[in-house]
């Protein structure tokens, strides 16, 4: 006589179910990804810069379209820029970031037009000429010729103040970069003309950019940096004649 076949699997005789078992795990209980208020903090800001990130990469695109007023664009901008470095100026987040490239890398990000950004470290409305300066009709009224003149007057304290720095041996990123940082916004509210030596500024500032903070220009660097911004003051006060 054929054996009917069995519907189900045959349990081996020595297996006996323990109906005692509890799961260890609660599914309804919140997982957490860190133990500490420390990592709990670190992982916070990693999270601000992959925003502030993914935030400049969209505001670029946005300008690029006129979607974004130029006023709106450079005060967004800063502030991102501001709060990127500012996040990074910790060790210990700057040790775990490790840096843009490997950020990206590790997280798969695709933002070029950010990317090109944080390594200028500055607007493009303030990289342009023309994008700050508004343009001054040929009367003006006294009123007028009073603000103009005040804003070459802060224009030229801050080229001065500047090439002191160089000259006292202030050769930091840290010391250097906000100063140069000063020239080139009061330049731009005085004049919208690419005057001689201004893409000098522009590519000190990058450069500057990309330091660490704490380090600093050799003195080969620190002259060819004073020649430069000397020639770009006078580049300067050759647009005002």
């Not at 935030?55 to 974004?68: G, I, P, Q, S, W």
């Not at 996040?87 to 990000?109: C, H």
Request: with cysteine.
């Amino acid at each position: 006589m054929i054996p009917r076949p069995q519907s189900y699997a045959p349990t081996p005789h020595s297996y006996v179910p323990n109906t005692s078992l509890n799961a260890t795990i609660n599914l309804d209980e919140e997982v957490k990804l860190t133990s500490t208020r420390a990592e709990r903090d670190l992982q916070e800001s990693l999270a601000e810069l992959f925003s502030i990130i993914v935030t400049l990469d969209e505001l670029e695109k946005a300008f690029l379209k006129d979607a974004v007023p130029e006023s709106e664009y450079t005060e967004i901008c800063e502030r991102s820029l501001r709060q990127y470095k500012a996040l990074l100026a910790d060790e210990t987040i700057a040790k775990e970031f490790q840096g843009l490239e490997e950020f990206k890398a590790r997280w798969e990000l695709e933002v070029p037009r950010a990317t090109e950004r944080l390594r200028v470290g500055m607007p493009s409305t303030t990289v342009t000429a023309g994008s700050s300066a508004p343009s001054q009709p040929q009367q003006q009224s006294s009123s007028s010729n009073n603000t103009s003149g005040v804003l070459i007057l802060e224009a030229t304290q801050e080229f001065i103040t500047f090439l002191d720095a160089v000259k006292l041996g202030l050769l930091s990123k840290d010391q250097l970069h906000p100063l140069l940082s000063d020239v080139i916004q009061s330049v731009n509210k005085v004049t919208d003309k690419d005057f001689d030596n201004r893409g000098k500024i522009v590519q000190w500032l990058i450069t500057l950019n990309q330091m660490k903070a704490t380090e600093e220009l050799s003195e080969g660097q620190a002259r060819e940096l004073e020649m430069d911004i000397q020639q770009a003051y006078n580049g300067f006060r050759s647009t005002l004649t």
